[in-house]
């Protein structure tokens, strides 16, 4: 186990590098990038989405020498070319690509993400601010969607065909169909002020006079805040790994195996979590990190919006928008980094669940 561990270990290296190549070469490409973001702020406008590589200016009431004219950059018509040198040298396009992509690697070994284009802050600072919303979302959620979708499942896979199996596969495509943000807005509405109670907040983690209050008074207005968004996602969550686990369940108590196990007068609770429950989970553990991943990240940025939540998810999101590299490199970095140890994690799981399985005889 610990070689097969080691094997991993070394792999996220070539994967992880391979995966920052092709998110370098797709934003690299993306047309509105930092330096047409500065001149758009120079002009005092938005930032066309398309600007990129034209020679074409969109400014037509300003008429300045045709060598402002030649510039790579739409818009640039107008602003001196030293200027738009500057401003190049200032985010580092006035080197080429690849020079641009192994400084960012060698950077990243040493554990240094840069600075934000249009924060001022380091984009280390930035998601050490921003970690403990996105931590609370995906951990929180992801513990109450297991708890609740697991056993509702197994009890759904023993009752297969019942009243109950039927009325909460019902409830369970309602979920299913139903985005988490728009549980989110009817939450609002209903609870938070908006048609009928006001009951919980409708932004942030804590309270404003959070740091003066006891411990017991800090848990419980943490709860307060973190209720709405949570339901929301757990509501918006639990239905595919409930239908998971009860497919999986059924699949494995109508095996042989089981039905030897009841024969040699096992009881339904003996045989269903001492024999079918460690072969049923193995396909649910194998699920765990990448919706771990997901919740913590792409599940929550709507639910961050909504809910004035300033997390990681909603970071990403403002950085794609702004074309702030450091931060859009530096958190795919880690996102990226951390599926990967999440897919580890998830084998070592698989070994705890069902010892039988062994992974050193495994190639890779």
């Not at 196990?261 to 553990?285: C, D, T, W």
Request: proline residues 4%.
């Amino acid at each position: 186990m610990l070689a097969y561990i080691v094997r991993r270990l070394v792999l996220i290296v070539p994967t992880l590098l391979g995966i920052m190549i092709i998110n370098f070469v797709i934003i690299q490409s993306a047309p509105g990038g930092p330096v047409e973001q500065m001149i758009a702020q120079l002009k005092g406008r938005a930032v066309d989405a398309t600007a990129r590589i034209s020679g074409e200016s969109t400014d037509t009431g300003q008429s300045n020498n045709s060598s402002s004219t030649s510039s790579v950059y739409r818009g640039a018509r107008g602003l001196d070319p030293d200027l738009i040198k500057d401003i190049e040298k200032q985010y580092g396009f006035d080197q080429p690509a690849h020079v641009r992509f192994v400084k960012m690697i060698k950077d990243y070994v040493r554990f240094d993400f840069g600075d934000s284009f249009f924060r001022d802050r380091s984009v280390v600072e930035l998601v050490k601010d921003k970690m403990p919303v996105s931590i609370s979302l995906g951990l929180w959620t992801t513990l109450l969607v297991y708890l609740i979708s697991i056993p509702l499942g197994i009890k759904k896979a023993v009752r297969d065909g019942s009243t109950f199996d039927v009325w909460t596969s019902a409830l369970i495509i309602i979920g299913y169909a139903i985005p988490g943000f728009l549980f989110a807005i009817m939450l609002i509405v209903l609870f938070a002020g908006g048609s009928f109670v006001d009951w919980f907040p409708l932004r942030g983690i804590t309270s404003d006079n959070f740091s003066s209050m006891s411990w017991g008074a800090k848990i419980l207005d943490y709860f307060w805040h973190m209720a709405l968004p949570i339901t929301a996602m757990v509501i918006g969550g639990f239905a595919s790994l409930t239908m998971l686990t009860k497919n999986s369940f059924l699949d494995e108590i109508n095996k042989q195996y089981v039905l030897t196990a009841k024969a040699k007068g096992l009881s339904e609770n003996q045989v269903l979590y001492g024999h079918v429950f460690r072969n049923a989970m193995l396909i649910v553990v194998a699920g765990f990190p990448s919706a771990f991943v997901g919740i913590l990240f792409t599940g929550s940025l709507l639910i961050e919006v909504i809910f004035s939540l300033d997390g990681l998810g909603l970071l990403g999101f403002e950085a794609a928008i702004n074309r702030d590299y450091p931060v859009m490199f530096g958190t795919l970095f880690f996102f990226t980094l951390l599926g990967l140890i999440m897919n580890i994690l998830g084998d070592v799981m698989y070994m705890v669940i069902d010892p039988r399985i062994d992974f050193d005889k495994r190639d890779f």
